[in-house]
């Protein structure tokens, strides 16, 4: 039987049936409690119960479903329900049921592995970043391939995103970054330079219109893309540092975050993308924020510095002092684009370096995800880490903006390659990644919302569903934002997609 036809509305009956009961993690709607004994009413009052639910039950014509579901917006049953948690629960219930139902490729796969995937905003398009230098684009509805951009850049391609529904950019280790138009795709719309190595990563700041795109060189440059033209479009530098992984937005674009191969993660608060930061270097602060010139001291002339830090000791000119300084004091005059560094804790790596390889943003705001490799490739962990919003009590109190919330120990397969994972379009669950498949992951067992299940301590999050549909190690996989789908991509070239069967 389709999907579709289990939610058909039943005839009338009494009492009306609950929806149909999920077979994985959906809690079953309470059955009505019995009927307490009448009780004696004045007449207008008992004409009026029986007003109320004479309309109530009339005003939903085929009952069913449909007066189960008023029903309970309504309180009947004993208890009231945002009909908001009434969606969570059904879209549990799909992705419960999620199964490979197809693979995606062109007849000639000469496109090596599969290195990003992204939907365009309405769903309707699936492109995939590969290997060998191409762009491919699909249905993802009909399974269909639509073109091959087989020369889209001169190296792997490595990351897309999507500036609306017709606009896209892709990056590549080529060093320059390409816009698209879904409408004319035999050509490009410009080729963007200003990068000195691989270019890794793209962001869309849509209240300013900048493209942000980031890259090995440890280059953060900022592209007005309001003023592209066919030899490119203005660019800046906005900000440097060393062993550059990822850099990600948040969805209101208030933070920056960066990822580093040496461990540390990089925040920039209150973000202002049009300000450059011409700083030469950062004092490293272990999980503390740089608040104060006191603060800069102590923490300059404490302790021997990390040789594998992305902000390596230098000779401070007064000019870049006086930067730091200004760029550090938040809390007092609020400026804009001040910098924490942070190590996050990520479990069983308290006496080893790690790697930061894959990092993602809650699509509310609330939590980044993290994906940590071992220094010996030996251990890959799942870490979710909650934002904690606060002003330090004193000046050089430590304060850091990030707990570890949850996390889950991966499978160690497909050493020296990075492995993007993602939250679903509402944020309650993770798809990871998993050896020769992917794992979906909640942050409890009825994938609550991450601010219902915070735990006191860090707490494991919850397997709900393990999907293995390809024969190579799996390398990146996304959430529809549109459809109960997701998409994998693996090694050997192979997309897959998963919808719910019943």
């Known amino acids: 039987m389709s999907w579709k036809g289990r939610w058909v509305a039943a005839p009338e009956r009494s009492p009306p049936p609950p929806p149909p009961r999920d077979t994985y993690r959906v809690t079953p709607p309470p059955s ?12 207008p009052a008992a004409a009026a119960a029986a007003a109320s639910s004479s309309s109530a039950s009339s005003s939903v014509p085929g009952g069913g479903l449909f007066s189960w579901l008023r029903g309970r917006r309504l309180g009947r ?9 009434d969606t969570f629960r059904a879209m549990t219930g799909l992705y419960g049921a999620i199964q490979p139902v197809d693979s995606v490729s062109p007849i000639t796969r000469t496109h090596g592995a599969v290195f990003n995937l992204e939907y365009s905003p309405g769903g309707s398009v699936l492109t995939v970043a590969c290997e060998q230098t191409e762009v491919l684009l699909f249905d993802p509805i009909s399974s269909k391939h639509i073109k091959t951009l087989s020369d889209a850049h001169e190296d792997c391609v490595n ?4 500036l609306d529904n017709r606009l896209f950019a892709t990056c590549s280790d080529d060093t320059t970054i390409a816009l698209w138009d879904l409408r004319k795709l035999d050509a490009k719309v410009c080729t963007l330079h200003g990068h000195t190595s691989w270019v890794k990563n793209i962001e869309y700041d849509t ?85 104060s010139s006191s603060d800069l001291a102590t923490s300059t002339s404490s302790g021997p510095r990390s040789a594998g830090s992305p902000c390596q000791q230098s000779d401070l000119s007064p000019l870049s002092e006086k930067h730091m300084v200004r760029a550090s004091q938040r809390e ?13 804790e990520v479990p069983g790596e308290r006496d080893r370096g790690n790697c930061i390889t894959s990092l993602q943003l809650h699509p509310k705001g609330w939590a980044t995800l993290l994906r940590c490799s071992s220094n010996t490739d030996d251990q890959e962990w799942t870490c979710v880490y909650e934002f904690q919003e606060g002003t330090p009590v004193r000046p050089v109190s430590p304060r850091c903006s990030l707990r570890l919330t949850h996390c889950i120990e991966e499978a160690n397969v497909g050493r020296g390659y990075i492995k993007e994972l993602c939250f679903s379009p509402d944020g309650r669950m993770i798809s990871s990644p998993h050896g020769y498949g992917i794992r979906l992951l909640g942050f409890d067992t009825q994938c609550s919302e ?9 707490a494991p999050l919850q397997e709900i569903r393990s999907l293995y549909s390809h024969k190579d190690v799996v390398l990146t996989t996304k959430f529809s934002p549109t459809h109960c789908q997701i998409a994998s991509g ?3 070239g192979l997309v897959s997609l998963y919808q719910p069967k019943f």
Do not use: Q
Not at 32 to 43: A, V, Y
Not at 333 to 339: A, C, Y
């Open 32 to 43: 009505p409690p019995p009927s307490p004994p009448p009780s004696p009413k004045s007449p």
């Open 77 to 85: 049953g004993g208890c009231f329900v945002e009909p908001a948690r």
């Open 159 to 162: 990351n897309i995103r999507f």
């Open 207 to 291: 209240n300013t219109r900048l493209l942000v795109t980031s890259g090995f060189d440890g280059n953060v440059i900022i592209w007005e893309t309001d003023r592209c033209t066919e030899d490119g479009c203005p660019h800046k530098k906005f900000f440097h540092t060393r062993f550059l992984m990822r850099m990600r937005l948040t969805p209101d674009c208030s933070k920056m975050l960066i990822s580093t191969s040496s461990g540390y993660l990089l925040i920039l608060h209150d973000l202002d993308l049009t300000k450059s930061l011409e700083v030469v270097s950062y004092p490293i602060l272990r999980a503390r924020r740089t608040t």
């Open 332 to 344: 007092g005059g609020s400026p804009r684009n001040s910098l924490e560094v942070l190590t996050p």
């Open 450 to 458: 991450l601010v219902d299940c915070l735990p006191k301590e860090a």
């Open 490 to 492: 693996c090694l050997s």
